[in-house]
T-cell receptor, first 111, second 114 residues
Framework: SQQGEEDPQALSIQEGENATMNCSYKTSINNLQWYRQNSGRGLVHLIL?????REKHSGRLRVTLDTSKKSSSLLITASRAADTASYFCATALYGNNRLAFGKGNQVVVIP | DVKVTQSSRYLVKRTGEKVFLECVQD?????MFWYRQDPGLGLRLIYFSYDVKMKEKGDIPEGYSVSREKKERFSLILESASTNQTSMYLCASSWGQPSTDTQYFGPGTRLTVL
């Protein structure tokens, strides 16, 4: 099944810096979603970007989607210690009843 | 706010036991999902349900079954638990299909099978 792949797998940054992570996928999608998971907890939805959108913002988050390259990026600006988490991209195919999740990207923000 | 609850945060069972994991959502969502999460493998879909008494296999249904007798409740059953089913289990729900909608997750159940 379709699966996003995040890159880099792990990222360590200083508080206040920006964090960028990428997600690549293999086949055409209807939408791509980003989720955050704090240690040992459930996932929390961050943002959904549809295949006909190129960029979307939510607070300190900025997501881009390049369907020609089959890739997406998530930018967290002015990172905080509370942003320490794993970030997952998930892709949804047209008419498909499921999301395919990537393996996740661990981000550590050092105070 | 949407709330998805799972019956246990931590569970320890013995090999061969029958295990029930319960998930309840309070927002009248049509769709409910069970995933397992393992290090290095991400989330993998076990089963999902798009209506009461309706279910569909995900990517790794072997060794599992599900039950959805009421709209708000989706149960995952391990008929005979094995050590390779030690994992984090996550339940999720959504209004519409993943192709159009987001999923709301419960806090997870960390199951250890000894």
């Amino acid at each position: 099944s379709q699966q996003g792949e995040e890159d880099p797998q792990a990222l360590s940054i200083q508080e206040g810096e920006n964090a960028t992570m990428n997600c690549s996928y293999k086949t055409s999608i209807n939408n791509l979603q980003w989720y955050r998971q704090n240690s040992g907890r459930g996932l929390v939805h961050l943002i959904l970007i549809r295949s006909n959108e190129r960029e979307k913002h939510s607070g300190r988050l900025r997501v881009t989607l390049d369907t020609s390259k089959k890739s997406s990026s998530l930018l967290i600006t002015a990172s905080r210690a509370a942003d320490t988490a794993s970030y997952f991209c998930a892709t949804a195919l047209y008419g498909n009843n499921r999301l395919a999740f990537g393996k996740g990207n661990q981000v550590v923000v050092i105070p | 706010d949407v709330k998805v609850t799972q019956s246990s945060r931590y569970l320890v069972k013995r090999t061969g036991e029958k295990v029930f994991l319960e998930c309840v959502q309070d927002m009248d969502h049509e769709n409910m999902f069970w995933y397992r999460q393992d290090p290095g493998l991400g989330l993998r879909l076990i089963y999902f349900s798009y209506d009461v008494k309706m279910k569909e296999k995900g990517d790794i249904p072997e060794g599992y079954s599900v039950s959805r007798e009421k709209k708000e409740r989706f149960s995952l059953i391990l008929e005979s638990a094995s050590t390779n089913q030690t994992s984090m289990y996550l339940c999720a729900s959504s209004w519409g299909q993943p192709s159009t909608d987001t999923q709301y997750f419960g806090p997870g159940t960390r199951l250890t099978v000894l």
